[in-house]
T-cell receptor, first 113, second 114 residues
Framework: NAGVTQTPKFRVLKTGQSMTLLCAQD?????MYWYRQDPGMGLRLIHY???????AKGEVPDGYNVSRLKKQNFLLGLESAAPSQTSVYFC????????????FGPGTRLTVL | AQSVSQHNHHVILSEAASLELGCNYS??????LFWYVQYPGQHLQLLLK??????LVKGIKGFEAEFIKSKFSFNLRKPSVQWSDTAEYFC????????????FGSGTRLQVQP
């Protein structure tokens, strides 16, 4: 199993450009999450999904949109990138039953100039 | 809303020294508690977790943590650190609100000197 994968690994954008980050998991997990990691602030939840076709806002959702059209994929979109969105983005997934251990992807380092 | 505080932002130790990293959370209901580790350039990995039962939990690589409900704390310990423990450590909490997402602390950067 590949676990949780993220594409791309690195990206540089100019202010105002748009992009989509892709997260894929092959563990048949119901729950998926997008976090951003900034120095000294830990990980903060952007959006999450409790199942295919559902999404919900986390702590810092402004400027981002998400979609979960397929159970295994969770897309994070930036419609008009801003320098404040420079960060490392982590995707995670967790199963419906049992403990809520979250499995993390390798991260995407995004720089907005 | 719940919050997680990690009091030590940067800890420097020599090899074989003992480690204790503090973690406090603010939530009065049922919690699940986690410690994750992030080695340089890598993604987060689970060190250990507490759900119920024995408040002293043991994780991978010789780490353990103790849940003290009265103090809202879940401190991470290791009797003797190694250079390979150099990493950033995150405490996280999940509450019984149904969202199932984790709230993370700001992290503690541990540097172990040989």
């Amino acid at each position: 199993n590949a676990g949780v994968t993220q594409t791309p690994k690195f990206r540089v954008l100019k202010t105002g450009q748009s992009m989509t980050l892709l997260c894929a998991q092959d563990m048949n997990h119901e729950y998926m999450y997008w976090y951003r990691q900034d120095p000294g602030m830990g990980l903060r939840l952007i959006h999450y999904s409790v199942g295919e076709g559902t999404t919900a806002k986390g702590e810092v959702p402004d400027g981002y949109n998400v979609s979960r059209l397929k159970k295994q994929n969770f897309l994070l979109g930036l419609e008009s990138a801003a320098p404040s969105q420079t960060s490392v983005y982590f995707c995670a997934s967790s199963p419906l039953a049992g403990t809520n251990e979250q499995f993390f992807g390798p991260g995407t380092r995004l720089t907005v100039l | 809303a719940q919050s997680v505080s990690q009091h030590n932002h940067h800890v420097i130790l020599s090899e074989a020294a003992s480690l204790e990293l503090g973690c406090n959370y603010s939530y009065g209901g049922t919690v699940n508690l986690f410690w994750y580790v992030q080695y340089p350039g890598q993604h987060l990995q689970l060190l250990l977790k507490y759900f119920s039962g024995d408040p002293l939990v043991k994780g991978i690589k010789g780490f353990e943590a103790e849940f003290i409900k009265s103090k809202f704390s879940f401190n991470l310990r290791k009797p003797s650190v190694q250079w390979s423990d150099t990493a950033e450590y995150f405490c996280a909490v999940r509450t019984d609100t149904g969202r199932r997402a984790l709230t993370f602390g700001s992290g503690t950067r541990l540097q172990v000197q040989p």
